[in-house]
């Protein structure tokens, strides 16, 4: 059975998420690294790919609301690459448009602090962007 890893790329922050069933996500962890040191992203992904034997990474590829690519996008085709140089691993870009947002609006309305969103808005964008993929392929 395929195992998926979810991720939510910022400048700063990686969130993650796992799926060992292709079915439901669940939140792993938030991990940081220094501003804009996406090599050392890269590095904590590859530590997470083999550490829990990963066949799909869904990174999350944030696009402009007209569908544009910009900075972010570039960074996270960028990274995929780097993923792709150091594993044979298949990496999707899914689109993360809102993600952030949603995991926000989700932990407000479950009256969770400010102090508690901040700490897991990354893990939970990454749940909300490997669920979205997973229930797309389970309708092709």
């Not at 790329?9 to 804009?36: K, Q, Y």
């Amino acid at each position: 059975m395929k195992r998926y890893l979810g991720l939510d790329l910022g400048s700063r922050t990686l969130g993650v998420a796992l799926s060992e069933s292709g079915i439901i996500a669940h939140a792993l962890d938030t991990h940081r690294f220094p501003d804009g040191a996406y090599g050392d992203a890269i590095d904590i992904i590859i530590s997470l790919i083999d550490a829990h034997d990963i066949n799909v990474v869904v990174l999350g590829y944030p696009k402009h609301m007209n569908n544009d690519v910009g900075i972010r996008g570039k960074i996270s085709e960028s990274v995929r690459e780097g993923i792709l140089t150091l594993r044979p691993i298949e990496v999707v870009l899914w689109d993360e448009r809102l993600s952030t947002q949603t995991a926000i609006k989700t932990m407000v309305k479950a009256d969770q602090s400010r102090k508690t969103q901040k700490q897991k808005k990354d893990a939970l964008a990454a749940v909300i962007i490997l669920q979205n993929y997973l229930d797309y392929q389970s309708r092709t």
